[in-house]
């Protein structure tokens, strides 16, 4: 009886254990079949992105990992070793880790992960290196004819507002009349960029030998005396741009360098050789390279402007500072047309290389339209229109705000290289602002996309240009606070306009070129073309002399261009406004254009 009760008590335990195993071993089969199907594949994913294989996947590594995951569902089949079974799916991703991942890397491997491929090396590294010596040039220019006209012979910056309207923008038409014919003549476009960009190399060379040297021959300064003294007041500046014509001719010249060299031929160059995801990848960071330019530029602006201290008695300084700054435009732009000319080649290369195996995309036959024409159809468009209020609404903005700052800092700065000076110090300011601005530029077009890029600078235009008008008009109540800082009222008003000016410019830089050149990406060649033209060359003059034109009616008005801030202000207000409708608008047009271009891609893919 004493066996049988033993013998039925191991029974009872052994059932007992029995079911437990069985329970544990489910329970446990259940755990860890959860567990392959939630982490499993976070280890091959984890593996695969550390080892690069997101971005790039060779068979033989993609074989490994499939390997190993099939071992993993083989364990699955032999419940009667579920724990030696876990062991080995284990072992097999421990293998995948160890074979794959590499979670020990080296610095310059995770380096190499970020530099762009070889393919695109071949076309982000001249544009940038053509946009480094373009900005450089526009520097130098910019701050050159600021000098020039501000602090020629009765003169100031009360002829800024004329020189907009009645010199710069009848060019600027004149310049994208003769660019469509350009466009209609040569099918290559590195011809028209060729015609585009040597006349004015020549122009600055001749200005700095010839024009300049002579100047006092050749400004009709007692003719213009004598007609001053028979007209009002009024007439003053409009007579300053004949008076002193060859300086006018100079500040359209170097005006136009922006709008034609930077913004026309360039990007549309950039638009060209690059895919949209290169766009939005590089677009913003082509300003890294280009605005160190600034900061290069405006220091070398600086030094030559220093030099008037180490000339013999009797020699002109600004003569020999003019023959220094017009010496480094011409050496950066033979270097901007030889890595023009090289980049045309390697794309050419490249685009013969990557057409083999394609079907060929059918070619839209290119219609020649005339001027008026060109004006009807880029009326009916309303994206062109939206991308020219875009760039009007630039325009008019800094002009409005620049002409009160910049007749503040001739007040403070009279001498010319006084003057030269300050503004070497100002682009390279700019210039280091925009390096801050590019690279957060990249990432809000990564994380909040091409709409709210493009609010940024109108928002930044419109807050730091009210703040700046506040200033001026109620500069009397703030006295006590200039007397605090040690300062005085007049470069109290130049430092804020300054700072102003710093951050529209980098904002503009980083921010809106990109965005507007993004725009013209999904066009078609025409409207690539002659709506470029069209937006670049007169919309950027048309904004710049739609505020000169503003601020002459307001002077005309009230009588002094101090008296005419409130009205300024409250004319800025209302322009931003406008600015930010019509970026909300394109934005919504150019989100639907890439999806129409996308996928029509999708129709032309390699056969």
């Avoid at 993993?72 to 991942?101: C, E, P, Y």
């Avoid at 020990?104 to 995770?110: D, H, L, M, V, Y």
């Avoid at 700065?413 to 280091?432: I, K, L």
């Avoid at 493009?454 to 807050?463: E, F, I, N, Q, W």
Wanted: aromatic content about 10%.
């Amino acid at each position: 009886n004493q066996l049988k009760k033993e013998s039925s008590e191991t029974a009872h335990q052994i059932n007992y254990r029995e079911k437990f195993n069985i329970k544990f071993n489910s329970h446990i089969d259940t755990k860890m079949r959860l567990h392959e199907k939630l982490v499993v594949p976070l280890l091959v994913l984890s593996a695969m992105s550390v080892s690069g294989l997101l971005i790039r996947c060779p068979s033989s590594t993609v074989c490994r990992v499939t390997t190993h995951v099939k071992i993993l569902k083989i364990g699955d089949l032999q419940g009667s070793s579920a724990i030696n079974n876990r062991l080995m799916m284990s072992t097999a991703v421990a293998s995948v880790q160890g074979d794959d991942a590499s979670p020990k890397r080296s610095f310059w491997q995770r380096a190499k992960d970020i530099v762009p491929p070889a393919s695109e090396r071949k076309k982000i590294i001249p544009l940038g290196l053509m946009f480094f010596c373009i900005l450089f040039n526009y520097t130098i220019l910019r701050d050159t004819k600021d000098v020039l006209v501000i602090t020629a012979p009765k003169s100031g910056a009360e002829i800024i507002p004329f020189i907009k309207t009645y010199v710069n923008l009848p060019a600027a038409i004149a310049f994208t009349a003769l660019y469509s014919k350009l466009c209609d003549k040569f099918e290559n476009p590195e011809k028209v960029f060729y015609i585009c960009t040597i006349p004015f190399l020549i122009f600055f060379a001749l200005f700095a030998w010839v024009i300049f040297p002579n100047a006092g021959t050749l400004h009709p300064h007692a003719f213009i005396d004598m007609i001053s003294a028979r007209l009002p007041l009024g007439f003053g500046a409009p007579l300053s741009i004949i008076r002193n014509w060859s300086y006018a001719v100079f500040y359209v010249m170097a005006e136009m360098w922006g709008s034609v060299v930077a913004s026309l031929l360039f990007w549309g160059c950039a638009n060209e050789v690059t895919t949209v995801d290169e766009a939005k990848k590089y677009y913003p960071l082509f300003g890294l390279g280009a605005n160190v330019s600034l900061i290069v530029s405006g220091q070398y602006v600086k030094y030559v402007s220093k030099l008037r201290t180490t000339l013999a008695p009797g020699v002109d300084p600004w003569g020999v500072s003019l023959r220094y700054l017009m010496g480094a435009v011409l050496g950066s732009g033979s270097v901007m047309l030889a890595v023009y000319y090289n980049l045309q080649r390697t794309v050419s290369k490249m685009k013969s290389e990557s057409s083999k195996g394609m079907a060929p995309a059918p070619k839209k036959k290119k219609v020649k339209m005339g001027m008026r024409e060109s004006a009807k159809f880029l009326m009916n468009s309303k994206y062109i229109r939206d991308l020219a209020m875009l760039v009007i609404s630039y325009g008019m903005c800094i002009n409005i705000v620049e002409v009160t700052w910049k007749s503040k800092l001739k007040a403070a700065f009279p001498n010319p290289n006084d003057y030269s000076a300050f503004m070497g110090n100002f682009s390279s300011t700019t210039g280091a602002a925009t390096l801050i601005m590019m690279l957060l530029g990249r990432t809000i077009f990564q994380k909040f996309g091409w709409r709210t890029a493009a609010m940024v600078t109108p928002a930044m235009v419109g807050v730091t240009g009210l703040g700046f008008f506040a200033l001026i008009v109620f500069g009397s109540s703030l006295a006590p606070l200039t007397a605090a800082l040690g300062t005085t009222p007049i470069m109290l008003a130049v430092l804020v306009g300054a700072a102003q000016n710093i951050l529209s410019k980098s904002s503009k830089y980083s921010l809106f070129d990109p965005c507007k050149e993004m725009a013209y990406i999904p066009l078609d060649q025409d409207s690539k073309t002659k709506g470029k033209a069209a937006v670049d060359v007169i919309g950027n003059p048309l904004g710049k002399s739609g505020g000169s034109m503003i601020q002459q009616v307001l002077i005309f008005a009230v009588g002094s261009l101090a008296a005419a801030t409130p009205y300024l202000a409250v004319i800025l207000g209302g322009l931003v406004f406008m600015w930010f409708k019509a970026a909300n608008s394109l934005a919504t047009q150019f989100e639907d254009a890439m999806r129409v271009d996308e996928t029509q891609d999708e129709l032309y893919e390699p056969a």
